[in-house]
């Protein structure tokens, strides 16, 4: 992968609040998505996260849906109204339950989605692709059923990584794949990963990237959204995605 000097035209640029609002114009759902690698994460990730919701209040949102909350206990899961307790994992990290505050003060209400694991299962098996397929189909049908408890209101769903793509990658078919098909709902995608640092620095397409975009990086606070059809490439080579934002900060911590 390589950098391609033709920059977007400026005005294609816009704050991750203006992305957000384009994607509610858009969509009813909208998929958006932070950075982790186990427990290590990018704490922007989830801070740009604080800033989409607030947007999509304004947007007339009220409900968020999160793949870091505890399966849901019962089918179809019903909604979560106060903050989850801080047992461990990414649910204990501040940022993460700064982001989940700033939905629940908002009087939001929160939904989780994440596959059901029964029993204790070989650490094996939940690193195979045959369970990561698995896991992406349950928690389609899991989104799909949140869809339905209010089939007319908007919906902000936040996951990790590559979860919201809508392309299959491969054997790898992942959860906004799915669910698109069995919802029949077009959602939104968010990716916010093109210039995170998983490797520990940035990829040298990246470096270039940032460097000659620095100008327009620094007029949005340094973190810029796009539309993904009107980004340079590679940025508009992801075609399971709507939107991307990029950003000076991109340590996983």
């Given amino acids: 992968m390589s950098w391609n000097h033709r920059e977007a035209a400026v005005d294609d640029w816009c704050s991750v609040e203006e992305l957000t609002r384009r994607g509610f114009e858009r969509a009813r759902v909208v998929m958006a998505n932070e950075a982790h690698n186990g427990m290590k994460r990018c704490t922007r990730t989830r801070d740009v996260g604080?800033?989409?919701?607030?947007?999509?209040h304004q947007a007339g949102v009220r409900r968020l849906a999160m793949e870091a909350l505890p399966a849901p206990g019962a089918d179809p899961p019903g909604p979560i109204w106060t903050m989850p307790p801080a047992t461990g994992g990414y649910l204990a990290q501040p940022d993460m339950r700064r982001l989940i505050l700033t939905a629940l003060e908002l009087g939001?209400?929160?939904w989780a989605y994440e596959i059901r694991i029964e029993g204790k299962p070989d650490p094996a098996e939940l690193l195979s692709r045959e369970f990561t397929n698995r896991r992406e189909l349950a928690q389609a049908r899991n989104l799909c059923q949140v869809l339905g408890a209010g089939p007319t209101e908007p919906l902000l769903v936040w996951c990790g990584n590559g979860h919201a793509t809508k392309e299959a990658i491969d054997e790898w078919v992942p959860m906004g794949w799915h669910f698109r098909a069995l919802s029949g709902t077009e959602p939104f995608v968010i990716d916010q990963t093109p210039t995170v640092a998983f490797q520990g620095e940035p990829a040298p397409w990246v470096s270039e990237l940032l460097r000659d975009l620095s100008e327009t990086i620094a007029a949005y606070g340094g973190t810029a959204?796009?539309?993904r059809d009107q980004a340079p490439p590679p940025l508009n080579d992801d075609v399971g995605v709507d939107g991307v934002i990029i950003s000076t900060e991109n340590a996983l911590t």
């Fill in 50 to 56: 604080v800033r989409i919701v607030r947007a999509a």
């Fill in 108 to 110: 939001w209400s929160l």
């Fill in 225 to 227: 959204g796009i539309l």
